[in-house]
């Protein structure tokens, strides 16, 4: 993916040289940095890792023991081969501890969750136990063994809940409103607190929902271009929705991986804002995955009975569905990214209807590869 600047790669940090002499990998030789990626086999994880891989890191990617079928993502980007995999479960303190406690990594990236919203609810204590305690697990593991290492933190706009200000920036109050909000403000809060408290180089992405070709199937966007895609290439289904007035900042996520990565590339650590600054209801990135596919869409009726038609077939293609609402909704989700473009250097170039576009264009040829198999 062409991005519209460049980063020049800092080599071998040389404040780190024990370490490296440690492995006995030679005083004052350009040694390639080394990486952690909890949660390497989800989207952000699969993204990051190609994009650490182009920089020469050396990637170590955690994988949950029962998680074979979900190295998919690695392998359609062809680097399954590429990542040291690692056992790895946030739920379990002696294997993050025995882990991190051996590798001593550059840098660490948090990305591991249970990161579907709506289900936190239903299962809210393990939610909260990967997504707060999974990240004070590995908080204290790197503050005992490799306090040097480098943390990052995925912290999320969700923390913004029932929003405080518009748009909303890292000066913004938090007002979770889920589960899993509360869970991630708690894992924000102690990151920076074991920044504060310990010198250690520990930072925080709040970053705004960010969507692929990769993204899981049960995310509203990824739900409506894989549905409307087999609806393009001929099925009959209906793409049943939930509260298709709710607003979000969505961008396309190997961008804002590139920004995650340059957090951790600054002299101090800090927290950051990654979000495009615009915002778009359901509604509307379901007519521009429609727009994307050649289908025109007739809206009609209100609320429960709302509906969308393929005007050229007369075809109902989606609905509202009551299950899939919320206990808690949040409606306005649009961030300012302002102190990270000045900061970091970093900006989304995408808009919702360029990746609209990207993830409809994706699931259809998809449909078609599943089609001819
Ligand atoms: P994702 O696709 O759902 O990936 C989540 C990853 O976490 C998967 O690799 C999953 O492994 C792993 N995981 C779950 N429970 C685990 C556990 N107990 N121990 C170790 N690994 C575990 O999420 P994503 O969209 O890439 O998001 C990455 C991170 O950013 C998450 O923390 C998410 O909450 C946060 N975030 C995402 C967005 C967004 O819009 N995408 C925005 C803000 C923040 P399996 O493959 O085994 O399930
Ligand atoms: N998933 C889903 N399915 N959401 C629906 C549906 C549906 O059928 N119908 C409407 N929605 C609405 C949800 O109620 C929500 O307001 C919005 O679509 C987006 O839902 P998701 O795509 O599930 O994402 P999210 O915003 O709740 O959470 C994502 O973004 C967060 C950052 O703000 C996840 O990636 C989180 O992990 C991330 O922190």
């Known amino acids: 993916m062409p991005f519209p600047y460049t980063v020049p790669q800092d080599g071998y940090a040389t404040e780190r040289l024990p370490f490296h002499i440690q492995l006995g990998r030679g005083i004052g030789t350009k040694m390639n940095k080394t990486a952690f990626i909890s949660g390497v086999t989800g989207q952000d994880g699969a993204y990051l890792a190609q994009l650490l891989l182009e920089k020469g890191y050396v990637v170590h990617g955690g994988v949950r023991a029962n998680a074979q079928d979900s190295l998919d993502r690695l392998s359609r980007l062809?680097?399954?081969?590429?990542?040291?995999?690692?056992?790895?479960?946030?739920?379990?303190?002696?294997?993050?501890?025995?882990?991190?406690?051996?590798?001593?990594?550059?840098?660490?990236?948090?990305?591991?969750?249970?990161s579907f919203v709506g289900a936190s609810w239903d299962s809210a204590m393990n939610t909260l136990d990967i997504n707060a305690m999974g990240a004070a697990r590995v908080l204290d593991t790197l503050r005992t063994t490799s306090p040097e290492t480098r943390f990052y933190q995925a912290s999320t706009s969700e923390m913004f809940g029932a929003v405080r200000a518009v748009p909303q920036s890292e000066l913004t109050p938090f007002n979770p409103r889920s589960p899993y909000a509360a869970g991630k403000a708690m894992a924000h809060y102690l990151t920076v607190n074991y920044r504060d408290?310990?010198?250690?180089?520990?930072?925080?992405?709040?970053?705004?929902?960010h969507e692929s070709p990769l993204r899981g199937l049960q995310f509203v966007t990824r739900k409506i271009s894989s549905t409307l895609a087999r609806i393009a290439r001929g099925s009959a289904e209906v793409c049943r929705l939930g509260n298709m007035d709710a607003r979000r900042d969505w961008g396309y996520a190997p961008e804002y991986v590139e920004g995650m990565w340059r957090m951790l590339q600054q002299d101090r650590a800090d927290d950051y804002v990654l979000a495009t600054g615009a915002t778009t209801t359901v509604r509307d990135f379901v007519s521009c995955v429609a727009g994307a596919l050649g289908m025109r869409l007739d809206w009609e009726g209100e609320g429960l009975t709302e509906v969308a038609r393929n005007a050229a077939t007369g075809q109902v293609v989606v609905c509202v569905?009551?299950?899939f609402f919320r206990p808690a909704e949040?409606?306005?989700?649009?961030?300012d990214p302002a102190k990270a473009k000045a900061a970091l250097g970093w900006q989304a170039t995408t808009d919702v209807t360029a990746l609209a576009t990207i993830m409809a264009r994706a699931d259809y040829d998809s449909t078609a590869n599943r089609l001819a198999a």
Do not use: T
């Open 78 to 114: 062809g680097i399954q081969d590429r990542v040291k995999l690692h056992n790895f479960d946030l739920l379990d303190m002696n294997n993050v501890f025995r882990v991190l406690r051996d590798l001593r990594v550059d840098e660490f990236y948090n990305l591991a969750a249970q």
């Open 197 to 209: 408290s310990f010198g250690m180089h520990a930072s925080c992405g709040i970053l705004f929902n």
């Open 321 to 323: 569905d009551p299950a």
């Open 330 to 335: 949040v409606d306005l989700l649009i961030g």
